[in-house]
């Protein structure tokens, strides 16, 4: 692989949260190296209020960030994906399309602040923690040698990265 930009999905079951965190992020991290994407298998169709809250706290654009269906990215006019990641034990375990070009793939499942249930602090600390984990594995992957490492040896680390 080149050095060229690099198309990236993330993907969960409600794109409402974990993978719009990851997107976000990606768009900050990577910029002018990776175009940065989420969708969701059963997008909930809007983002929610906890990830766009921390998003601006921490600085990052929310703008363009909306809830949308995986099946965006599987249109003839769909930007060719070169990877795709999975951030939901939910959408892990789905069928997922048959992604054009055999992008590659791993899962870097993180738990899902959506589902914590509590007190507002609760919630936004579980938003936070989930972010910080999505934030670190995106610096582990754009900090890969990708110019060097063939398509195998970035499989294997972008799987690795999952468990970190």
């Known amino acids: 692989m080149s050095d060229r930009v690099f198309n ?10 974990r993978s719009i965190l990851a997107e976000a992020a990606l768009r900050q991290k ?9 969708a969701g298998s059963h ?9 766009i809250a921390l998003l601006q706290r921490a600085g990052y654009p929310t703008d363009g960030l909306r809830s949308k269906s995986w099946d ?8 060719a994906l070169d990877f795709v990641f999975t951030v939901c034990d939910n959408a892990a375990g789905e069928v ?5 070009g055999q992008p590659v793939t791993a ?13 507002e602090l609760e ?9 910080t984990t999505l934030q670190r594995r995106i610096e582990l992957f754009t900090s890969l040698p ?7 040896a970035i499989r294997d680390r972008v799987r690795e990265i999952g468990k970190a």
């Open 96 to 100: 997922c399309p048959i992604w054009p």
């Open 30 to 38: 990577g910029a002018g190296r990776f175009h940065a994407y989420s």
């Open 72 to 79: 965006e990215f599987d249109r003839p006019d769909a930007p």
């Open 146 to 152: 990708f110019a060097s490492l063939d398509r195998m």
């Open 107 to 119: 899962h870097w499942g993180v738990p899902d602040p959506a589902a914590v249930e509590g007190t």
């Open 43 to 51: 997008p909930n169709g809007s983002v929610n209020p906890f990830a």
């Open 8 to 17: 990236v999905l993330f993907l969960c079951t409600g794109n409402s949260a």
């Open 123 to 131: 919630k936004t600390n579980a938003f936070r923690e989930a972010f």
